[in-house]
């Protein structure tokens, strides 16, 4: 059976009431496994710690088959300098929010550590998953992946083990975005000509946001995509994915 590496961006209580939308919808096509990507103090202002009825939903999810992964931190840009490269990466990808972009090791370090414990502290879960917001990497965050115990990283060309920089899946992610209606046109058009180019393939990756399930029209074509997705595939976690050699 072909697989469906299915991920819930921006995990977060500000997100609560459309997560729940998206979780029923995807319950109600059998998606049961799948990804959610938690973020520990979203924008700095919806701390986990606050909010126990949703860490406590989540963990209900966790212990039913929904894989939690740590999704940054506070899933926003801080001050960190960037490079040229990084700054077109950033401004190509998104809105503030390329947290681990300019980060140095340490600093990278200490967030996922700080992540880390909130994980433990909030959902009793000890995490070995990680994803950057807006799947964006500086070069300090990758050596501090390999240092902190993670078992698996993505970004959005390829999945792979932090401890031996061995790539596990090389595929990329598909996934509608929000914003202006060129950037939305564009996202659409992609997974489109994606559905066509890695239909024969043996794992697709497809992303939700919550934005998606805010706009009627996105909402509508995520639904009609994964309905097709899931005709032919069985949703699987990261931990799920066979190793390659």
Sequence with gaps: ???????VHDVT????VTLRKIHSALAELGAGRYSMLVVPDYHGRWPLDEFPDFC??????????????LHGFKHIAGSSPLSISERIRSALYTRGEGEFLGLDEKAAEKLLQEGCAAFKRTLALEVSGF??????????????????GFTF???RWRIWDPRTGRTVLRMPAVNYAGGGYVKRTLAAFWVTVSGVFLRGSQTVRFAIHPCDFENDAV???VMKRLKALLAKRQTVSFSELPSVP
């Design 13 to 16: 209580p500000a997100h609560e």
């Design 219 to 221: 909402r509508g074509a």
């Design 1 to 7: 059976m072909k697989r469906l590496q299915l991920t």
């Design 131 to 148: 994803t950057a917001p807006a799947w964006l990497y500086s070069r300090g965050t990758v050596a501090a992946l390999a240092k902190t």
């Design 56 to 69: 406590r939903w989540l963990s209900e999810l966790e212990k039913n088959g929904v894989e939690m992964v």
């Design 153 to 155: 990283a993505e970004n």
